[in-house]
């Protein structure tokens, strides 16, 4: 059985209490590597590697910087098949998506930072014959970055390249749910000569290896994705001590679909941007509102095209989906099934466990599932399920449909399908989310802001945010 191993102080390690957790192949159901079960003495450890490797890290000139970014991000894309074998095994994700997407995203995350700062400038702000002032920005020092289940190598780079590209030493927890490709990766930061504790990886459990990281002292900043309940516990230790604080938490997004769209592309768009990644993506457009003159065609023309999509073995190349990437997941999931029901919903597709025969029958498989019926303001449309699990009904007027999208706790992401330009900059601009997508989901440029509003998250990731968030503006005034 393979044991994964910490990386700290460049070593790949055990971790001191020498305990080890199962991780699960979700696709079967069984146990196939362990996982170290670290703890406070494993975090301290990775502190110190982390403080001790800052100052010549922090010293190193962008360019050096960049060099070291580029071959990590050229040693993920060599290593594509096994890390997307990796990933599809750890998560259940289908191998096409993992080859697909989550890890040439991996490689871009590394590349695009490595990048970014070599085009990075500050301020200067001239008071003429009195004074000149210039900003300097500099690295924070050791930052912790928390990632989470649903896409492991893309959301734990996401954090990681800027900390790095700016000049921090990092000391990072990938989930506890799917830990290999990080684990991979540190192997890969070894391969390319990232001097020794500039990145740190933890495995381990959220309420041990996380918290610590979180409550540390001498973590200043943290970076964090992953649910808005444990955003909350973090934000609760984190804030009394003066942290920066970047959440990116859960989404519970509106797909509105108005009757002058694009009907084909809004329905073969709305099929991913529903059931992808098994639906665990905080982006996933879970409200379905459609405008009623269309509301039936659509809803029909949908459900017959879920009913057609397979769901199978991450090896399986013509499954749309794959498993879901836990028991409690998948049951916790269902239960939302159960709940809609309970809420007068009508299951119009899926709602079930999906048993595959051979090796694969104990694995964790849903059905693509469309749900009616339901009110805009029941706890099926306002809590997030991060499942295969959509609801759909219609609206009449544009005020109508926006009190219903903005009826959540959450401003994560919006979709709006329209072919009238004025509704589109309409809709853009009273829609209560981060992120807006007109005509398309999903369509991304890493420059652009990205996170949410309300309890979608605090702050912003992306592009010169992210360089920003990870260091701190100094404003120099010289008197003339
Ligand atoms: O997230 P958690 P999980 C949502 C989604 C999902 C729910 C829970 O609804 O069902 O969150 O998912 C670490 N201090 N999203 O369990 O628990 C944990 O070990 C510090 C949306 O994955 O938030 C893991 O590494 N860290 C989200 C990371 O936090 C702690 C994507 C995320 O775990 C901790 C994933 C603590 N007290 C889930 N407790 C998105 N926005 O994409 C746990 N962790």
Not at 125 to 143: H, L, Q, S
Request: aromatic content about 8%; hydrophobic content about 40%; glycine content about 8%.
């Amino acid at each position: 059985m393979e044991k994964i191993q910490n990386y700290i102080g460049g070593k790949l390690c055990e971790p001191q209490s020498g305990n080890y957790l199962d991780n699960y192949n979700p696709a079967t159901g069984a146990v196939y590597s362990l996982i170290p079960d670290s703890d406070k003495s494993d975090v301290d450890k990775a502190v110190i590697a982390a403080k001790n490797a800052f100052p010549a890290w922090a010293a190193l000139s962008s360019e050096k910087r960049m060099g070291f970014l580029m071959a990590i991000a050229d040693k993920i894309e060599e290593n594509l098949e096994d890390l997307a074998l990796a990933e599809s095994k750890d998560n259940g994700k289908p191998l096409w998506l993992s080859k697909a997407v989550d890890i040439p995203r991996a490689a871009s995350n590394f590349r695009f930072y490595a990048t970014a700062i070599m085009h990075d400038k500050t301020d200067c702000f001239d008071m003429g014959e009195v004074a000149i002032n210039y900003t300097i920005r500099k690295p924070i020092g050791v930052a912790g970055c928390i990632s989470p289940w649903n896409l492991p190598l893309y959301l734990f780079t996401w954090k990681i390249a800027p900390a790095l590209a700016t000049g921090n030493c990092v000391v990072a927890k990938p989930s506890e749910v799917t830990p290999m490709t990080a684990y991979l990766l540190s192997k890969i930061c070894t391969e390319v000569g990232l001097p020794d504790g500039v990145l740190n990886i933890v495995h381990g459990l959220g309420h041990k290896v996380g918290a610590t990281i979180t409550e540390h002292p001498e973590i200043p900043v943290i970076s964090f994705t992953g649910g808005t309940s444990t955003g909350q516990q973090i934000a609760r230790v984190a804030a009394p001590m003066f942290k920066k604080m970047s959440l990116e938490l859960g989404g519970k997004n509106p797909n509105i679909i108005f009757a002058d769209c694009d009907f084909d592309d809004a329905l073969s768009t709305t099929k991913r941007s529903s059931f992808a990644n098994q639906g665990q993506i905080c982006l996933c457009g879970s409200r379905i509102f459609v405008e009623r003159p269309i509301y039936e065609k659509f809803r029909d023309a949908f459900v017959a095209q879920t009913k057609k999509m397979v769901v199978g073995h991450p090896l399986d190349e013509k499954a749309k989906l794959g498993a879901v990437v836990s028991k409690d997941h998948m049951e916790k999931v269902l239960s939302y099934v159960e709940l809609a029901k309970e809420e007068g919903g009508t299951v119009l597709v899926g709602g079930k466990r999906v048993i595959l025969d051979g090796e694969y029958a104990n694995g964790y498989y849903l059905e693509p599932t469309i749900i009616e019926g339901l009110p805009f303001n029941c706890r099926t449309n306002q809590e997030e399920i991060f499942g295969p699990v959509v609801t759909i009904m219609p609206f009449d007027t544009e005020e109508e449909v926006l009190g219903y999208a903005n009826s959540t706790k959450y401003g994560l992401s919006s979709t709006v399908w329209t072919s009238n330009l004025k509704r589109a900059h309409r809709m853009a601009g009273n829609l209560d989310s981060g992120i807006v997508w007109i005509n398309t989901w999903l369509l991304r440029d890493l420059r652009t802001p990205f996170g949410g509003v309300k309890q979608s998250g605090v702050g912003r990731e992306g592009g010169f945010e992210a360089l920003h968030f990870f260091t701190e503006p100094k404003n120099v005034c010289i008197k003339l």
